[in-house]
Nanobody, 125 residues
Framework: QVQLVESGGGLVQAGGSLRLSCAAS????????MGWFRQAPGKERGIVAA????????YYADSVKGRFTISRDNAKNTVYLQMNSLKPEDTAVYYC??????????????????WGQGTQVTVSS
């Protein structure tokens, strides 16, 4: 069993930056692929970025390419999402998730096995 706890959300002006962190419990974190998802009011949860177990493979949604960066520190059991040039449309609850398969940067929501509780990101115009 893996527990995921997100932090780093908050209120920021458009053009600003935030860094989200997701701390994982358990001994197998380094074997899992990790993903960041987001869900805005009235919308479905969707992929933002993903990274495989070793950090050698990443995936980004088109809407965040060039602005967001996913990374991981397996020694600290933590995955990060650096968000730059934030836009009001980035406002959402952001969730991290773990995929036990690990080998690729999984983009499908159904492939993830464990989820955090989410952290709110609000970008004001």
């Amino acid at each position: 069993q893996v527990q995921l706890v997100e932090s780093g959300g908050g209120l920021v002006q458009a053009g600003g930056s935030l860094r989200l962190s997701c701390a994982a419990s358990g001994r197998s974190f380094s074997l899992y692929a990790m993903g960041w998802f987001r869900q805005a009011p009235g919308k479905e949860r969707g992929i933002v970025a993903a990274i495989n177990w070793s950090g050698t493979n990443t995936y980004y949604a088109d809407s965040v390419k060039g602005r967001f960066t996913i990374s991981r520190d397996n020694a600290k059991n933590t995955v990060y999402l650096q968000m730059n040039s934030l836009k009001p449309e980035d406002t959402a609850v952001y969730y991290c998730a773990a995929d036990r398969s690990g080998s690729r940067a999984t983009r499908e929501t159904d492939e993830y096995d464990y989820w955090g509780q989410g952290t709110q990101v609000t970008v004001s115009s």
